[in-house]
């Protein structure tokens, strides 16, 4: 089956850096994708790796490691607003189609 | 100028009632799905539609029906409802191969049955 596995809760200050890991075991892969739910709303897109390496977005970056089933998610200059659940999906391969399986999703309280 | 959108965003019913939600995009996308968040806030993979195409998630009860009457509407039907269906309900929708990684959700609908 394919799984995904981030932490549950993670704490920050304003102005700092977290990092947000996620490992996955799938039988096939095409790439990591993070998603970000402030509490009551919807989830919404952050970024997708497909290859290895680093993928910067403004203050966000995300990373993958195919031969470590591993990536995380870099939230620098950290804000307030950044107080969310963060999600790493994968493809869901037991399905035709484009469904997402997605982690349980990691708490990110900031505080000042 | 929404890009997801449902109705309702809140919905209290009683155990038993069958009940629908409507989602709508706009975004011109050819694939739409339905997507359940526990109180835990796991999402969960319910149905995925595209081009008539539909794909059930094997473990959703068949007391979920999804509706499509054209590509930019995906409904869900519930009936008899169950406690255990007390959820957030988010519909999404996604363009060609970037669905496998790039969805657009809709506000969510908190069902609670009582």
């Known amino acids: 089956g394919q799984s995904l596995e981030q932490p549950s809760e993670v704490t920050a200050v304003e102005g700092a850096i977290v990092q947000i890991n996620c490992t996955y075991q799938t039988s096939g892969f095409y790439g990591l994708s993070w998603y970000q739910q402030h509490d009551g709303g919807a989830p919404t897109f952050l970024s997708y790796n497909a290859l290895d390496g680093l993928e910067e977005t403004g203050r966000f970056s995300s990373f993958l490691s195919r031969s470590d089933s591993y990536g995380y998610l870099l939230l620098q200059e950290l804000q307030m607003k950044d107080s969310a659940s963060y999600f790493c999906a994968v493809r869901d391969l037991n399905q035709a189609g484009t469904a997402l399986i997605f982690g349980k999703g990691t708490t990110l309280s900031v505080s000042s | 100028d929404t890009a997801v959108s449902q109705t309702p965003k809140y919905l209290v019913t009683q155990m038993g009632n069958d009940k629908s939600i409507k989602c709508e995009q706009n975004l011109g996308h050819d694939t739409m799905y339905w997507y359940k968040q526990d109180s835990k806030k796991f999402l969960k993979i319910m149905f995925s539609?595209?081009?008539?195409?539909?794909?059930i998630n094997e473990t959703v009860p068949n007391r979920f029906s999804p509706k499509s009457p054209d590509k930019a509407h995906l409904n869900l039907h519930i009936n008899s409802l169950e406690l255990g269906d007390s959820a957030v309900y988010f519909c999404?929708?996604?363009?060609?191969?970037?669905?496998?990684?790039?969805?657009?959700f809709g506000p969510g609908t908190r069902l609670t049955v009582t």
């Open positions: 999404a929708s996604s363009q060609g191969d970037r669905g496998g990684y790039e969805q657009y």
């Open positions: 539609y595209n081009n008539k195409e539909l794909i």
